[in-house]
């Protein structure tokens, strides 16, 4: 794409070696006394999150330089430093890159790592008083430093994880895999499960259910082929016959999460039937129809060695408009201009910019502009389809100035989205204007464009960018005032993201408990003051309740969604709110069940409720997630 990833290696190095010298107790004094001693601003919270994670910035010569602390009570737990800038999903590579920049730095320094860094992935050195480790985040490459008390919890999570899962073999780790695959498939997908000799089964999600194709004895290799006996079986399991296709069944998609797992788990069964022998002689090919091939890593098989390019192939040449076929333009010297005058103008980022700009480019708004319209649209004198320019606010603040800066490649036109070489050609505009702009003002780096990403150009009052939207390319003139309050929008996310997967992980370690429970053994989450959630087991599968302090004061909009999804509500003679799950189910559908059940449940608790897990007469460690206050 033309454009730099930064990673600040130098910057990382010295906070590392900063961290080694400083004096952990891991509590809330140090916060402040860290954040002093490498030279960031002071820590504090974000927005309106007064009692969750704070953050410091760091300085560090990237886009978001923005460091969050993260514990619970007054214990800290660790420090998350991003030290690369952060290239949109689509180029995750570069982040693969970038964390190989930065740790062949710290090889240099610490030598070779160990491998873990707290919650997540990643290569790790240890040292006496914390764990440093480099991490893939969500956009970015960070740099963690951990509490050895935290380590060592995430260490024993993770080895519980792998246990768990090898525990179930290969037939069920795979049902559990195909079971989730399922669910994350689009309409018009396609799946196609094949095993030696023909047989397979194939997948096909239409818009209200799908449909599963089961291989028939007449269509499969000799070797293979089956009789009355297994045809038996296959029925009983609800597969059906046709006269001249294979056997079939149907699943409406909003059967729900258990009747999926079902779905699945009958599908494996089915395979096994057909003497299947193990999960090693599968392989997989997945696409949605008219578009492109689908990643089949999730499933934990190999994809087919056959190529499913003829698909692409038949759309090439099936191309409804020849104007999409030939080189898409793009006007790179009209946004070289724009871009000039843009760096010259005198920007107040106020409504009066409209006119003065518009007049200063020689454009022609398109109607007369309100006070308070939110987007102001202008005809511009690029030489393209669709010469168009968007002033867009917020209030009476001017946000960014949005223009198309090139043809369309008009993917409505196509039925089944646009084949891969019309998509090239927007790749390749975006090329191509990324090094027009480069010749003008130099390399970029990755960064925020209002709600975007793309390669930025930025100055004290100005940010300059290029961004492909789903049909054009755009040049984006930014308020840089916006970056302050897009990195706001971006810590909170921060703070989300590392919540959820400190629930995640007391989800999983509860769905453990609970499914080992003995029939007609219950156990108990407890929340002190904010309630009690009871797990019963009977011989017909799992059922929870809420006491009478866990379901008080439940705001309308929760109670309506908990009824929507199948609790009953308390009653005279029963006067707490109850839900079930039945058997037969997969270890996700415990996973799922016991975050549904005590959704209810967290939205009551406050920043420093305890969780306590018994069943009969033991206590379960399981760990309260954390909220990121660390009581500074």
Request: hydrophobic share 40%; with cysteine; net charge negative.
């Amino acid at each position: 794409m033309g454009f730099e990833v930064r990673v600040d290696s130098a910057g990382a190095i010295e906070i590392v070696r900063a961290a080694v010298r400083f004096v952990w107790g891991w509590d809330a004094t140090d916060v402040r006394s860290f954040a002093r001693r490498v030279g960031w601003d002071t820590p504090e919270p974000v927005g309106t999150m007064r009692r969750g994670a704070v953050f410091s910035r760091t300085g560090l010569k990237i886009w978001w330089d923005s460091a969050m602390f993260w514990g619970s009570g007054r214990r800290l737990q660790y420090v998350r430093v991003p030290v690369s800038d952060c290239p949109a999903t689509a180029h995750r590579e570069l982040l693969a890159d970038a964390l190989a920049r930065v740790r062949a730095a710290f090889v240099e320094v610490w030598g070779e790592p160990e491998s873990g860094a707290g919650p997540d992935e990643g290569p790790s050195w240890v040292f006496p008083n914390l764990l440093v480790g480099l991490t893939i985040g969500s956009d970015t490459v960070d740099l963690m430093l951990v509490n050895p008390l935290d380590q060592r919890f995430w260490m024993d999570k993770r080895h519980d994880g792998a246990r768990r899962r090898a525990g179930l073999g290969g037939w069920g780790r795979f049902t559990e895999d195909l079971a989730e695959y399922l669910e994350s498939l689009a309409t018009d997908a396609r799946l196609v499960v094949t095993a030696p000799g023909g047989r397979y089964v194939q997948f096909v999600v239409e818009p209200g259910e799908f449909t599963g194709e089961l291989s028939r004895s007449e269509f499969i290799d000799p070797t293979w082929r089956y009789g009355v006996e297994v045809e038996d079986q296959l029925m009983a399991q609800g597969w059906k016959p046709s006269e001249d296709a294979n056997w079939w069944r149907t699943l409406p998609r909003d059967a729900g999460r258990t009747a999926v797992s079902h779905f699945a788990a009958d599908t494996v069964q089915a395979l096994r039937i057909l003497d299947v022998r193990a999960v090693t002689d599968l392989v997989a090919d997945a696409w949605v129809e008219g578009g492109e091939d689908l990643d089949v890593t999730p499933l934990g098989i190999p994809p087919h060695a056959t190529a499913r390019t003829q698909r692409a192939e038949f759309l090439r040449s099936n191309a409804p408009y020849g104007f999409d076929i030939g080189p898409l333009r793009v006007d790179v010297p009209g946004g070289i201009e724009i871009a000039r005058a843009a760096k010259d103008f005198d920007w107040s980022w106020a409504r009066a910019d409209i006119v003065a700009f518009t007049e200063r480019l020689g454009w022609r708004l398109e109607g007369e502009p309100g006070p308070s319209d939110r987007v102001v649209h202008a005809k511009t004198e690029l030489r393209i389809d669709h010469s168009r320019a968007r002033y867009c606010y917020g209030g009476d603040r001017l946000e960014a100035v949005c223009i198309t800066l090139s043809d369309s490649i008009e993917s409505q036109l196509y039925e089944e989205g646009p084949p891969a070489e019309v998509r090239e050609q927007l790749t390749a505009a975006v090329t191509r204007a990324v090094e027009g702009l480069r010749a003008e003002l130099g390399a970029p780096v990755h960064g925020t464009l209002r709600h975007a990403h793309g390669p930025v150009w930025a100055s004290k009052n100005l940010a300059i960018g290029i961004v492909p939207d789903e049909n054009t390319v755009e040049l984006y003139l930014v308020n840089p005032a916006e970056r302050g309050r897009q990195l706001i929008i971006e810590q909170q996310q921060t703070a989300r993201r590392a919540a959820e997967r400190e629930w995640r992980q007391f989800f999983d370690d509860l769905a453990v408990v609970v499914a080992e429970l003995p029939e007609n053994a219950e156990a108990t989450v407890d929340a002190g003051d904010r309630g009690t959630a009871h797990f019963h087991r009977d011989a017909d599968g799992l059922r929870v309740s809420l006491d009478a302090e866990a379901g008080l004061g439940l705001h309308p909009r929760i109670t309506g969604l908990m009824r929507a999804n199948g609790w009953q509500r308390p009653e005279a003679a029963r006067p707490v709110w109850r839900c079930g799950l039945y058997r037969p189910a997969l270890y996700r559908d415990f996973r799922h069940f016991v975050e549904f059940a005590l959704w209810p449940l967290r939205t009551r608790m406050g920043p420093y409720t305890v969780l306590r897990v018994r069943s009969g007469a033991e206590d379960h460690d399981l760990r309260t997630p954390s909220t990121g206050a660390t009581g500074f």
